[in-house]
Every structure is written in structure tokens, then in C-alpha cells.
């Protein structure tokens, strides 16, 4: 079955919100590859119009956001469309069972202009699905820099070359909590220190202090 595009994001999925064309076509159908939805301008002319498959960002690299070690989230990039070009981040879940139509049994979240923000999401579900009871305990979050920058003159040769191989990551490390007046979960602002060049694959959220990854240990904040 075909169904309409949103008539405001015609380049998302109608179904899953996943960014599956760039400049979308009035005469062609497309299929979502994230939960296998096909959609179009015009539906009733299926028949008559081109069906495309598209390869949309479900499709690449993952940025795992895991809590306490244990996976519960992940990341992913996205351009945007027209006046959202700019990077932004999607926030999604690992689910088993609310959502079982989408491919790999995930649940998408939110869309967030930054990195901190996206997992500030994954951390407000986590208040929800690992307790028995609502917990609004503030976490650690331990965020990728991508604004960091690797190459600077001063930048040791040694410290390069972990860049170039994968091995370093930069991050910044601090503590995500309920804001006192909306109340959703945010990157409190003071807390963060930026520009800890660690391990690669360290990204997550973590409880206590001491579940923290030990080469970031000596930044934990105090939660």
C-alpha cells in the first residue's frame, strides 16, 4: 500500500519520520528502507508512477549510546532539507515490543541540533524504562566533541596518528538533569568539561561516577 507523504516534510517517511530523499519527486513512490513504508505525492497514481528504493540514513554508521555499559541507544547524523541543512542529530531507542514494525526493532526519538542534546533524550527515557518507578536522578553523560579541533599546529604527532587509526576521541564529559522549569532532562550548563582526548567508543551515559570508563574517571562531576 502507498500511502501520502506529509505535505510540509515530503522528504521524510510518513510513518517513522526517517529522512529518506533529499529533493523528493511529485512522480515518484518511495520506499522507506528504516520500517519499508512506500509513499508518494499522489498515491491514487501508483500505477503510472516510478518506484524508487531509497538507502536513507537508517542505513549508515550508528553511534551507540549506551547506560551503564548495557545498550539502550544509539545516534544518528542526518543533513537536513531546506532550512534544516544544518547537522542535527536523531536520538532512537533499542525497542523490543512497542514498535515491532520498524527494522531492527527500534523506536526513534527526536530529532536535536546538537550532539548533547540528542542524548539529553535518550537520558529522559532512561528516567522511564529502566526503573520500576520514575527516576529523575541526574546522570553522567559522556558526549562526543566534534567541534573539537584535531588538527591544531599543536596537536603531538602521537595524538594525530590515535585520530587517523580511530583509537582517540575527544569528549566532553558532564551532567545531564531535569530542568527546573520544563522539566525534561538537559545538559546543565557548567558541568561539562570539553576536550578530553580518550579512547574512541567511550559515548554514554552512566548513573554513579564509579561506572565511568577509567580513563575518564578523574573528570567525573559530581552528580
Known amino acids: 500500500m502507498v500511502i501520502n507523504w506529509n505535505f510540509d516534510k515530503p522528504h ?7 529522512n529518506t530523499v533529499g529533493s523528493p519527486s511529485s512522480w515518484e513512490v518511495y520506499s ?12 491514487r497514481l501508483q500505477r503510472a508512477l516510478r518506484h524508487v528504493g531509497i538507502t536513507c540514513e537508517a542505513c549508515t554508521e550508528r553511534h551507540p549510546v549506551p547506560v551503564d555499559g548495557h545498550v539502550f541507544g544509539f545516534l544518528r547524523h542526518h543533513a537536513g532539507v531546506g532550512t534544516a541543512a544544518r547537522r542535527q542529530f536523531e536520538a532512537w531507542l533499542h525497542e523490543t515490543d512497542e514498535v515491532p514494525d ?11 541540533t546538537s550532539r ?9 527515557w532512561q528516567t522511564f524504562c529502566l ?6 536522578s541526574p546522570v553522567i553523560a ?3 566533541d566534534e567541534g573539537y579541533e584535531r588538527w591544531g599546529p599543536k596537536t603531538p604527532l602521537m595524538v594525530r596518528d590515535g585520530f587517523v587509526d580511530g583509537s582517540l576521541e575527544v569528549y566532553g564529559i558532564g551532567i545531564m538533569g531535569p530542568h527546573p522549569r520544563r522539566g525534561r532532562f538537559h ?16 559515548e554514554g551515559l552512566y548513573s554513579q561516577p564509579r561506572l565511568l570508563p577509567e580513563a575518564l574517571l578523574p573528570y567525573a562531576p559530581q552528580t
Do not use: S
Not at 528502507?33 to 498515491?43: E, I, L, Q, S, V
Not at 520498524?102 to 536535536?112: F, G, K, S
Not at 548533547?116 to 529522559?124: G, L, N, S, V
Open 12 to 18: 521524510r517517511c510518513p510513518r517513522c519520520h526517517t
Open 32 to 43: 522507506c528502507c528504516n520500517c519499508g513504508t512506500r509513499f508518494a505525492r499522489f498515491p
Open 102 to 112: 520498524y527494522r531492527d526493532r527500534v523506536r526513534y526519538l527526536n530529532t536535536l
Open 116 to 124: 548533547a542534546d540528542a542524548i539529553a533524550e535518550i537520558a529522559e
Open 131 to 136: 526503573h520500576e518507578e520514575e527516576d529523575r
Open 142 to 144: 559522556v558526549v562526543v
Open 187 to 202: 545538559a546543565v550548563p557548567g558541568t561539562f568539561t570539553w576536550g578530553l582526548i580518550t579512547p574512541c567508543g567511550l
